[in-house]
């Protein structure tokens, strides 16, 4: 079977301005041409105009953070995967750390939010990942088979091959501290196997990224692991040069 490709895929969190996206974006795009990964930003909303705009004609792909898990109707403040598409989305982030922790999303919701993702024509990329707490409890695997099961409950084992997953261990999203290798990949390879259990070729196909301060200094080493097939990128997808860099090391 053919290698996966790589994906590296920038989270600009809430971060952004006109003129520091065009400086970005410019030098993304200029950084990148000829390379073998897939290159995507996932940008706030109100940047979707302006990253589409700049994008277009290029090979780097843009989406989105979230999605409503609604089509539409009075949820004020919310967007929906029609939305994002009319922006030219091609991803949309489901279940990030940070959503599950400090805006209540639990297991279902981000199920719910992974199949509007998909019903929109856009790709999911759903988080899984342990807290510090848990890791340290030994239940790595209960909690990302439970956030993983949810989502394969609701939508179906094939929903899996048009999605992306990204291992997110929360102890290490914005701390410094990163997961060894060795740690990454064993949480990769146990979802992996995991899904094998149920679809064998689902699995083989399926980019598992992880994310979790990923930085040019350890980026290839992360991305040399089997089970490991690119980065969500966090911070250092804000800084051109840091980020180019790890895009680089993302070489099958």
């Not at 707490?133 to 990302?144: F, G, S």
Request: aromatic fraction near 6%.
């Amino acid at each position: 079977m053919a290698a996966r490709p790589k994906l590296i895929a920038g989270n600009w969190k809430m971060h952004g301005s006109i003129g520091q996206n065009r400086d970005l974006l410019h030098a993304v795009v200029q950084g990148t041409t000829g390379l073998e990964a897939d290159v995507a930003v996932c940008v706030p909303y109100p940047y979707l105009s302006q990253t589409q705009s700049l994008l277009q004609q290029t090979h780097v792909s843009w989406g989105a953070q979230n999605v409503s898990q609604h089509e539409k109707g009075a949820y004020t403040g919310e967007v929906s995967g029609s939305m994002l598409t009319d922006f030219g989305c091609r991803y949309a982030i489901v279940g990030h750390s940070e959503r599950r922790a400090l805006y209540g999303e639990d297991n279902y919701i981000v199920a719910l939010k992974f199949k509007a993702a998909q019903t929109a024509g856009l790709i999911p990329i759903l988080c899984v990942g342990e807290t510090l707490d848990q890791r340290e409890a030994a239940i790595t695997e209960r909690v990302v088979a439970e956030q993983l099961d949810a989502v394969i409950e609701l939508a179906g084992i094939a929903s899996l091959a048009k999605s992306v997953l990204a291992y997110e261990p929360v102890w290490a999203i914005g701390t410094g501290k990163t997961a060894t290798p060795e740690q990454a990949q064993e949480v990769h390879a146990f979802v992996r196997n995991r899904i094998a259990g149920r679809d064998p070729g689902v699995a083989s196909g399926l980019q598992i990224l992880y994310g979790g301060s990923v930085k040019a200094s350890n980026a290839a080493e992360l991305f040399s692991m089997t089970d490991i097939d690119g980065g969500l990128i966090g911070g250092a997808s804000l800084i051109a040069d840091e980020f180019i860099k790890i895009c680089l090391a993302g070489k099958n």
